[in-house]
């Protein structure tokens, strides 16, 4: 069609994250660098150091969640379960290969050399006996190999979200609804994992898992370390992953899938593929995050992937401020470690006279409080924070820079 | 050429019966004003072209292939070729009037293509602004813009999107007199190479189109033909001009 002859091209180069991802960025190296650093100086405990390691991984697990949630819509209420299943799959590795290396010394005693099914049959019943079965089941039939177990880190959480993402956007479940299968999801998963003959040690669930194989000689203070920083690594790689998803078109399509899906389909963009793209994107790299926290957690059961965790997730990006990266991360930060102050003892109880108020029950109460009074008064979260110290920095002009004439208009305040 | 078939196209909800046996057609390039009262299944018309309302019987034919597009989803049909303007603008309001127009412009609409092919065609998109008269106002909240902005806007994103057929529903809806003129010229100027579908209650602004008229009643087709001769049909008066 014909159009005007000269186009006042404008260039307005705009870069292709925010720069909020390398401020982030900076600032988890430095709390890296400062962790390991106290750590070595032995000012924090070991056990502080993988509270702050698993942390970081919960952080990754958010700001996934606020991809799919923030930026998508799609109020998942289930990525617990793709956190867990994460953690079951390298556990099961870690159980496997743990077990072989104490089993194979004490077989070797004997005086007729024990064969590889042996072996097997005394790691079986080593870590079965407690669900009173001895023989392995089909799930672990990797659990020998490093490699297939860490393959399945990403496959299992990966093709979960596939075939369930598949199923229910297909069939345009939005909304409420959706939440309520995520959260039937991750609640069906719990319940199965439950059960003596899942395979997966039922309500036992794997332990030990903080003792890595191989490694048995270096002490926990180390290891402690080598997580944190793997899982800062992680946190790092998955910020900027989402970072880069989000930004430009893509992330263009996917704010206009949360706020107009219909009128998305009008301009020819498929939305259920956009939606399922995000959804298995986000499980499994919360997937990851998982495989990550539980060797510095130790223990995996099925509790753990109960909807009261996916719910959690939701709160702290909720709080922290949804549809920006950095904002579900901090939500994350400062719920989790101020729910385990809280939860641990640490906060001091206050007598009331006629009532102590115990923190590690009320804790639940101020928590719903907190997000009640988030949701009513600062829907933009802990994040907004940052809105409104910028506002103040640069006063955001709308219109023209006053009402008489002689005032200079707005085009002429862009020069 | 034909490019849009629609024939015997009937649908009800609950008992309403919407469109009534319709049969519609239009060539490529063809530019149709199709004008009645409420209620008289414009809107609806349009839904089932573009695929969000399936009708109960008839058949809708695209294109050289003569394609079925009953029963295709929205986003094949508007890959198609099939754009839409809503009568109420529907834009992103909380993302740019660059990026709601770099949504719109033609380009894969795959995932991994939005994902991976991230340069914009710069030129395009600033030939479309200049159109519609936002080229200043592209870094601006699309949510704050006018009333009139947005439907500029709208229509901005159904050129980006380089359809064959363009289904428009009340353009001139918020705007001054100029920019009614102005969008007459667009849509007169669009008619030399697109098939255009405009449902349009004003008069003046059907005249100035000058182009054939479909009268649509009670989910029919009443009469068709140019806007002089269907305002001296009977039965055009008695439902519609003569209230």
Redesign the interface.
Known sequence: ????ES??????PRP?TAPSTWVFLGALAVFTLVVTVMASQGMISTAFVKTLGKTLCLMLAAVAMDVVWGYTGILSLGHMAFFGLGGYMIGMWLMYARTENIVAPALAQQPLPPTQDEIRDAIGSQIFGVVGASDFPLVWMFSHSLVAQLALVVLVPGLLALVFGWLAFRSRVTGVYLSILTQAMTLALALYLFQNDSGLRGNNGLSGLQNIPGYEQVPQATISLWFLWASALALALGYLLFAW?VS???G??L??VR??E??V???????E??K??AFTLTAVVTGIAGALYYPQAGIINPAEIAPIASIYLAVWVAIGGRGRLYGAAIGAALVSLLSSWFTGGGAPDINLGVYTVQWTDWWLVLLGLSFVCVTLFAPKGIGGLVDLVQARRVPDR?GDYGPDKGAKRQ?EGRE | MTLLEVSGVSVSFDGFQAIDNLSFSIGEPELRAVIGPNGAGKTTFMDIVTGKTRPDSGHVLWGEENRNLVGLSEQAIARLGVGRKFQKPTVFEAQSVRDNLAMALKAPRGPFDVLLRRNIDEGRLHEVAAEIGLEDHLDRPAGALSHGQKQWLEIGMLLAQEPRLLLVDEPAAGMTTAEREHTTDLLNRLAQRHAIVVVEHDMAFVRRLGCKVTVLHEGRVLAEGSLDHVTQNKDVIDVYLGR
């Open positions: 069609m014909a159009v005007s186009l006042p091209l404008r260039p307005t292709a998803v430009g078109k893509m263009s399509v704010r206009a706020d107009d219909a009128r389909r009008f301009l020819g963009y498929h939305v593929g956009f399922l793209f709308q085009e």
